[in-house]
């Protein structure tokens, strides 16, 4: 009778664990079929989109954006002392700064310096539909900064519709034609990328100081 029951137990566990594990990759697969809905959107965008490509350093810059998702309090921290980098050239700057939640946090929100957008403010395609997004788009920014560090949707839509001269990020080859640099990384973390940025920008703008 105890082996029955313990049987019946068994069963009845791996039952629950199979309709979880059967949940996630319907919910995983969910999104994929909308975010590739939102990327056809994003392509038909390119079509009709122009921006005026040239290149700047930090000290040339007057305008610079930043974008980014952050996951965790440390990564936000470096991009928080990466501003405080960018604004000893005495720029104007403007964070956006993508949370994968429903709500922010309430750590975030003692922040200054920092606009914020979640997944509320995504529709079903996952593209942003939110004011601080559309202005950040609209921007004339000289430098464009992507910090991301996967191929988070809503952040490449952002980044690739941006009207920015100069656009900067990790090297990804499904958006390559859509930055004018991007970089290689052999450790993939924000501290790795935001070197790089610091290395890489007045080399480049060195060697390319004309239009693009």
């Given at each position: 009778m105890a082996e029955e029951k313990l049987d019946y137990w068994y069963d009845a566990q791996i039952r629950r664990i199979s309709q979880q594990v059967t949940r996630i990759f319907s919910n995983f697969s969910y999104a994929i079929g909308y975010s590739e809905k939102g990327e056809y959107i994003l392509r038909k965008k390119l079509r009709f989109f122009q921006r005026k490509r040239c290149v700047n350093d930090f000290a040339s810059a007057q305008l610079i954006g930043v974008l980014f998702k952050t996951d965790n309090y440390n990564d936000f921290q470096k991009v928080k002392e990466f501003l405080h980098y960018l604004r000893t050239y005495e720029t104007k700057i403007i964070a956006l700064c993508y949370i994968d939640t429903k709500k922010i946090p309430d750590y975030y929100l003692l922040v200054k310096?920092?606009?914020?957008?979640?997944?509320?403010?995504?529709?079903?395609?996952?593209?942003?539909?939110?004011?601080?997004?559309?202005?950040?788009?609209?921007?004339?920014?000289?430098?464009?900064?992507?910090?991301?560090?996967?191929?988070?949707f809503p952040i490449k839509y952002i980044s690739i519709l941006s009207k920015a001269k100069f656009k900067i990020g990790l090297r990804q080859l499904k958006y390559e034609h859509e930055y004018d640099l991007m970089i290689d990384l052999k450790k993939k973390n924000i501290?790795?990328?935001?070197?790089?940025i610091k290395m890489y920008i007045p080399i480049f703008a060195g060697k390319y100081s004309s239009e693009v």
């Open positions: 310096g920092f606009n914020f957008f979640t997944r509320k403010s995504l529709n079903i395609f996952y593209i942003p539909q939110h004011k601080l997004v559309s202005d950040f788009i609209d921007q004339p920014f000289d430098i464009l900064l992507d910090l991301s560090m996967d191929n988070c501290s790795e990328l935001i070197e790089n």
